[in-house]
């Protein structure tokens, strides 16, 4: 097995699910931090490795991956002993992969990252962002609704890169356990995760970031 | 085999990166029509297939498969004769997935969608934030096809077909300048001669005529 290496932030949302990932598959690695908020991703060595300067960025001995999804369904793939984390049957498959990209797109490109734009840049939220995240914990109340994991009946994956999103965005709108039970019960039975930690602690930096910009939305 | 149905509209861009995926594997399918504008994705029969009420949407032997990315995955994985459209190879397809997910987030909901979902709230006017996201895509997609012929790598895959679908609609809103985009443009013009193109074309007409009709115009 060639040297792992992972380049990331903790507070930041898609790095965590592939810290989940690691810490399930118990696949020892190297973690080189990358600030983002000093913008240490675009310098001109990290631009070599991955011309769209994001982070995670996974190295794989000579190889550079990226993308969170994309570096987590590689890892179960390269390094699983089974294929429960991300099913090979197609059908399963697709469920999970949808999970995914609904996490992609709807949650961290339009819920988390303009959100956060606003919130770290101009401060005043309007508020049709929060009827956007207001939106996610809707559809992921419905995904859960007859499973007890996000993407059907066992952990995959997609409930990595799902938790950390949200367990992010409860720094703009909290989850109501009355209103949102199936969401609530998920959070809780994910915590409950043994390597959980390597969620929480990130999550907790990204929320003490958000408070700290003293944001007000807008009426 | 089961029926394979295709539920959506030849406007939107992710329900043609369906179509290109079915044309290039050479399968048959029903095509049905789902009016957004008339909210025929919120009816009760479509809310109980996709919950989160989309387009695309696959039914495949009774299965309902939903999100454009997820179903070419499915469809190449179970019907394909070989791998090359989502090679196996670990490496290759980590590109192809990375290519898939930017298409995901970065292009579709950052850069269409946010400004689709604007004008059908009435915002007609799309501010410069919206006009910068669209040509960051411009920018990471040279970037992409800097050492390629296409989008993951030196053959043709799924992510050509996802990306292409997108990146053909939104010079309604933003030009490509073909000086400028050297690689970008001759990509475009590459996909543009596939046999079955015409799968894409149809609709990105579609779209234009959409977007022009809500009344769009850009922040100066």
């Not at chain 1, 995959?156 to 949102?180: G, N, P, Q, R």
């Not at chain 2, 689709?116 to 970037?143: C, D, M, N, S, W």
């Not at chain 2, 997108?166 to 596939?194: C, F, G, M, N, Q």
Request: glycine share 4%.
């Amino acid at each position: 097995m060639g040297k792992l290496t992972l380049y990331g932030f903790d507070p930041s949302p898609p790095v965590r699910p592939v810290k989940l990932a690691l810490a399930a598959l118990q696949v020892p690695y190297d973690f080189i931090e990358v600030n983002v908020i000093k913008r240490e991703q675009l310098s001109e060595e990290y631009l070599k490795k991955n011309p769209q300067h994001t982070v995670p960025m996974l190295e794989d001995g000579e190889a550079c991956i990226w993308d969170s999804h994309a570096i987590m369904a590689y890892l179960v793939s390269k390094y699983g002993k089974d294929d429960s984390l991300y099913p090979k049957d197609p059908l399963q498959r697709a469920i999970v992969d949808q999970r995914l990209y609904f996490e992609s797109g709807v949650v961290y490109a339009d819920a988390i990252r303009r959100t956060n734009t606003y919130v770290f840049t101009t401060k005043v939220l309007p508020k049709e962002r929060l009827e956007a995240i207001v939106e996610v914990y809707n559809l992921m109340e419905s995904f859960l609704m007859k499973h007890d994991y996000i993407a059907g009946d066992h952990l995959t994956i997609a409930d990595f890169s799902l938790i950390s999103s949200i367990s992010s965005l409860v720094a703009y709108v909290e989850i109501d356990s009355s209103k949102w039970k199936k969401l609530s019960a998920w959070i809780k039975r994910m915590e409950k995760l043994p390597y959980y930690s390597e969620n929480a602690i990130g999550a907790e930096q990204f929320i003490a970031l958000v408070k700290n910009t003293n944001f007000t939305v807008e009426a | 085999m089961g029926k394979i149905t295709l539920y959506g509209v030849d406007a939107s861009p992710p329900v043609r990166a369906c179509k290109l995926t079915l044309a290039a594997l050479g399968l048959p399918y029903d095509f049905v029509v789902v009016n957004l504008m008339e909210r025929e994705h919120l009816s009760e029969a479509y809310l109980k297939k996709n919950p989160q009420h989309t387009v695309p949407m696959l039914e495949d032997d009774g299965a309902c498969i939903w999100d454009s990315h997820a179903i070419i995955c499915y469809l190449v994985s179970k019907y394909a004769k070989d791998d090359s459209l989502y090679p196996k190879d670990l490496l290759k397809r980590a590109v192809v997935d990375q290519r898939l997910y930017f298409e995901s987030g970065v292009v579709f909901a950052n850069a269409l969608r946010s400004v689709t979902a604007g004008l059908i709230r009435g915002i007609k006017v799309v501010p410069k934030e919206r006009i910068q996201a669209i040509v960051e895509v411009y920018e990471f997609l040279e970037t992409f096809l800097k050492d390629n012929d296409y989008i993951a790598g030196d053959h043709l895959t799924i992510a050509d077909f996802s990306v292409v679908s997108t990146v053909s609609s939104l010079p309604v809103i933003v030009e490509i300048d073909a000086a400028k985009y050297v690689k970008l443009t001759a990509w475009i013009k590459r996909l543009e001669k596939l046999p079955y193109y015409s799968e894409n074309s149809v609709g990105v007409q579609q779209f234009f005529g959409l977007i022009k009709n809500l009344g769009m115009t850009v922040e100066a």
